[in-house]
């Protein structure tokens, strides 16, 4: 099972909206709706921040969303702070019932 | 509160063995799975399956197929991961998490590094 696809890179200034893009194919993104997003700081685990493709845990504040069309889905931040800055990395559940997680996103906030 | 905790930190010779365990508190143990995910020094996070604490059913990712096993014991609310035939490659970061989901895991343990080195 090959890694979902993820640039390795984004940035934003503080108050604006990013998104991260997630591309795998129809056995993983694009055959359910079992997308996530991950949000990792240096040294901790990883939070999950959006399940099922656009639902937020509790706690999550709603500037994180999440989308999916067709084998691409797609975080979105909007109102962008200093505390974001971190690694980000999406997940899918597969045909094989395996999950496949993205190679990982540096979002720096300039 | 939900929590996690694992056993501590590894150093093992290749082609030893290693057990990390997972305590749950804070909720029904056999009401959610656990999954494994580890994280190699400066690398992305990578699936290694997860296990059933309902009824033990696990499911592998496939390049560890033969050299993982994850169990429960529900008497004590722990789930293990024990990784055999280990390589310098095995050298990571290991985490349990709480499978809220098929794919997504809500709490996460604090991680166990286990080191592989001759």
């Known amino acids: 099972q090959s890694a979902l696809t993820q640039p390795a890179s984004v940035s934003g200034s503080p108050g604006q909206s990013i998104t991260i893009s997630c591309t795998g194919t129809?056995?993983?993104?694009?055959?359910?709706?079992?997308v996530s997003w991950y949000q990792q700081h240096p040294g901790k685990a990883p939070k999950l921040m959006i399940y099922e493709v656009s639902n937020r845990p509790s706690g999550v504040p709603d500037r994180f969303s999440g989308s999916k069309s067709g084998n691409t889905a797609s975080l979105t931040i909007s109102g962008l702070q200093a505390e974001d800055e971190a690694d980000y990395y999406c997940?899918?559940?597969?045909?094989?019932?395996?999950?496949?997680f993205g190679g990982g996103t540096k979002l720096t906030v300039l | 509160q939900v929590q996690l905790v694992q056993s501590g930190a590894e150093v093992k010779k290749p082609g030893a063995s290693v057990k990390v365990s997972c305590k749950a508190s804070?909720?029904?143990?056999?009401?959610?799975?656990i999954s494994w995910v580890r994280q190699a020094p400066g690398q992305g996070l990578e699936w290694m399956g997860w296990i059933s604490a309902y009824n033990g059913n696990t499911n592998y990712a496939q390049k560890l197929q033969g050299r993982v096993t994850m169990t429960t014991d529900t008497s004590t609310s722990t789930a293990y991961m024990e990784l055999r035939s280990l390589r310098s490659d095995d050298t990571a970061v290991y985490y349990c998490?709480?499978?809220?989901?098929?794919?997504?895991?809500?709490?996460w343990g604090q991680g166990t590094l286990v080191t592989v080195s001759s």
């Open positions: 997940s899918s559940y597969t045909s094989s019932s395996t999950v496949v």
């Open positions: 129809s056995s993983d993104v694009g055959g359910y709706n079992y």
């Open positions: 998490a709480r499978r809220v989901v098929k794919g997504a895991s809500d709490y």
């Open positions: 804070g909720y029904t143990f056999t009401s959610y799975g």
